[in-house]
């Protein structure tokens, strides 16, 4: 039968502040700086969330749908589908190209058009040096401007929220990212100017509403450091 699905969401809010006096004798606009800055701030605090986040006023992160983060969720709140399938690497407390090919080839063929790697930077740095049994890096350096390097000729993106390589962590993800993980931003950045509340300066009261959590965990494959 089918039954509803539901996806978290949270909202981030700044206050910065600055004087009338600065607004109007700045030589560069302070309250587009302003608005920059908090831009920036809430892209790393979103990023942050699309990855670990609860789902508890804020977005439910991709790596909460393992097979133990469904399992401890409410069935209510659990994906129809299931979790994401995970690969182990072969070796208790490292990765291997071996463990990478399984990974790759564990995703179904049907399910494997724009799938790309995705780890954190130490991991990039471990996976650059990896060579294959005769002894070829299977990292690559991008040979078109702005495309990411390859790993097994798939794109290796980086996400800073991952996990570290250790025991039983899960520091690759492979797949199609947009078919597996939906983001949905309720309201853009909205700016509320104050200039009553706290003279002399004018508060920039700034919100953002967004949601995210699991759309389809076919597209998707997790790489668990395990030797089992």
């Known amino acids: 039968a089918l039954k509803p699905y539901d996806f978290g969401f949270g909202e981030l809010y700044a206050m910065p502040a600055a004087t009338q006096r600065i607004l109007e004798d700045s030589e560069i606009n302070i309250a587009e700086w302003m608005a920059g800055e908090v831009r920036i701030e809430f892209g790393r605090q979103e990023g942050l969330a699309f990855l670990n986040g609860d789902g508890v006023d804020k977005p439910t992160g991709l790596m909460t749908y393992d097979a133990a983060g469904e399992a401890a969720r ?28 399984d990974l790759v080839y564990d995703l179904p063929e049907d399910r494997s058009a724009g799938a790309q790697f995705y780890a954190n930077r130490l991991t990039h740095s471990v996976v650059r040096k990896m060579k294959d049994a005769n002894d070829e890096y299977i990292w690559q350096p991008s040979l078109q401007a702005g495309q990411p390097s390859t790993l097994l000729g798939y794109g290796l993106v980086e996400f800073s929220g991952m996990a570290n390589i250790a025991a039983d962590a899960v520091p690759v993800a492979f797949g199609n990212m947009s078919e597996t993980y939906r983001i949905f931003d309720r309201v853009g950045l909205s700016v509320l100017r104050d200039p009553y509340t706290n003279k002399p300066y004018i508060l920039f009261y700034t919100r953002k509403r967004v949601g995210g959590g699991l759309w389809n965990p076919e597209f998707m494959r997790f790489h668990r450091v395990s030797a089992a």
């Open 74 to 101: 409410a069935a209510a709140k659990r994906h129809p589908l299931g979790p994401i399938t995970e690969v182990n690497t072969g070796i208790a407390d490292a990765l291997s190209d071996e463990g990478l090919i």
